[in-house]
């Protein structure tokens, strides 16, 4: 490991001088300034290249030409280091055998409760279990997506341990109405519809999608439905005062097939689940923030089914949870080059849990908890001599049941010309345990205490040949304790959840894009992983390359997503089971005419190398599968 990171820190620190005659006499003053403007790596909008830290940005035009329902396939491929479940067709899934576990760089798992879900900057998590659910997070209403490739616990707190995926919403920008109709159809009579309306005028813009989602899965009893509906209402009302509103509405029903060699009946769980926010936001020259409320919202039905050789269980399992949280931040300019941001987080969560009988006894409560959560957070970003960003950052964090938690980040980005920049940075993630794992079924342990990490990072990125070829490099080393796993309890007699758990990943993320002409481009990412510890859904080799060909009224694109030691299942203390992984390599192609403005005809294949493979262990995922359909924008 030494010798790697040697090897690639002189590489990463010799950059400038190997490009340093294409970019003579650029403006240093320019140069600090350029880059892609975000917003999840510091709650104001700043460039990218300011920021020490490594980010992924999804586009709305990569969104748009996967013809994916769901957004988690799409930033699958396009964000290296990052790696989510499927167990399916379509649909994720909750409970037993659900699959949407998301890990970056080793860290997360199945319950996610490691990597940190955000809409518009909001937390979105269940208020029982911790994690967020997979099936919530649909293509129809995002913009944008924003990856942080590692720990933003300073602005983001707990469950940001591994990284943050922020989905920024869909705004109409200019004044007009613009309604789009997307219909498509395919294996394993697999349905996706979506209707969509926005509107600006003057200073009032709204957003409304509706959309409905169904398979009946390449096993039996896989089957899916959904049903989704998201608005958002914005007004201006000033230059410098801003707001918006808005409600995110899911509720599905999935079915659980089981494992091959173990398959379930009736395991079934109909679920609801909804987001909404209020935003207030004000811009000016010297400073910028926002005051934001938001509420989260779920209603769960679920049958745990039996197996064949079983007897169908006599209650269903039910539970409401809920979290409202408030977030206030505001960013001043006190001198030239410098960027401050104070902020609050607020946040109340919990629910209740519990068996409900078939017959008339009374229910068995299990659990009905809330806890509250506070912390406050500074975060300094200066412009040193010109061409170096320094950024620091402070936050409290104060857990009403496990206590406080100070978390500290500290980064530098060198901006060596207008087309180099290389980034440095140190950071504390961690993650309070949720009230399930310390209150809920029989592994509870209340004595848990938060996992922790540190994670030391350098990036390089460059552009050349006039800017039309970019190149990113990220090398990282996480050394983390007191994770939470499941060990057998010392009377011998099940499980339970213990702080003894270590985490020491080391890896590297390469990450290009190249626009050959104004109709062709080719993009590519890979990550290598090293676990001294091993997960599961952490490939060891994730590689991903697609091209991308567009002119006149054709579209074309096609990628290959190869993974390589994927473990899918580990071996257990006793080795009662072996340790499974997985190697496979999947083709996917797209293809849109536009025969009118407004009407464009697709079709998509996927896996069409038909490659065996399970992500989930058990699980086998379909074979070749062919969608077709039809989008009409007015």
Known sequence: MQKT???????????????????????????????????????PAVSVNNLPMSITIVGSKQIENRFEPSLLPIITEEVPGLFITSRGVMGYGVSNGAAGGMTIRGIGGSPTGQVLMLIDGHPQYMGLMGHPLADSYQ????????VVRGPASVLYGSNAMGGVINIITKKQKRDGVQTGVRTMYGSYNTLSTEVNNAVRSG???????????HTDGHRLNSDFDQYSGYTKIGYDFTPNWKSF??????????????TESAPMIDNDSKITRGVTSFSLENSYD?????????????????????????????????????????TFFQTYSFFDGNQTTAGIDYQHFGGHAWNRYLDEREDAQIIDKSFNEVA??????????????LNAGIRFDHHAYTGNEWIPQFGLSYIASDNTVLKGIVSKGFRNPTIREMFMFPTQNPGLKPEKLMNYELSASHKMLNKALSLDLSLYYIKGDNSIITVPKEAGTGMIYMNTGEIENYGLEFATRYQFNPYLSLSANYSWLHMENKVVASPEHKLYAGINYSKDKWDLSTGVQFIRNLYTQLADAKNAMPEIKDTFTLWNIRIAYKPITT?????????????????????????ATVFGGVNFKF
């Open 245 to 258: 509103a808005d409600l995110d509405l899911t509720k599905f029903d999935a079915a659980n097939p089981g």
């Open 203 to 213: 200073k009032f813009n709204s957003y409304v999608s509706l959309s409905y989602n």
């Open 599 to 623: 009407v464009e005809i697709f079709t998509k294949g996927e896996n069409l190398l038909a490659q065996e493979y399970e992500i989930n262990a058990g699980y086998p995922m379909p074979r």
């Open 5 to 43: 990171l040697c090897v690639i820190a002189s590489l990463l620190l010799s950059l400038p001088n190997i490009y340093a005659d294409e970019t003579p006499d650029a403006p240093i003053r320019d140069s600090v300034q350029l880059g892609e403007v975000i917003v999840t790596g510091s709650r």
């Open 139 to 146: 293509s129809l209403m995002a913009e944008r997506v924003e």
């Open 286 to 326: 010297k400073t910028s923030g926002a005051l934001k409320f938001f509420y989260n919202f779920g209603a769960h039905n679920i049958n745990d089914g039996y197996k064949a050789d079983a007897q169908p269980k006599d209650f269903r399992f039910r539970s409401n949870d809920r979290m409202l949280g408030v």
């Open 376 to 389: 406050g957070y500074l975060n300094f970003q200066q412009i040193l001599i010109n061409k170096l960003v």
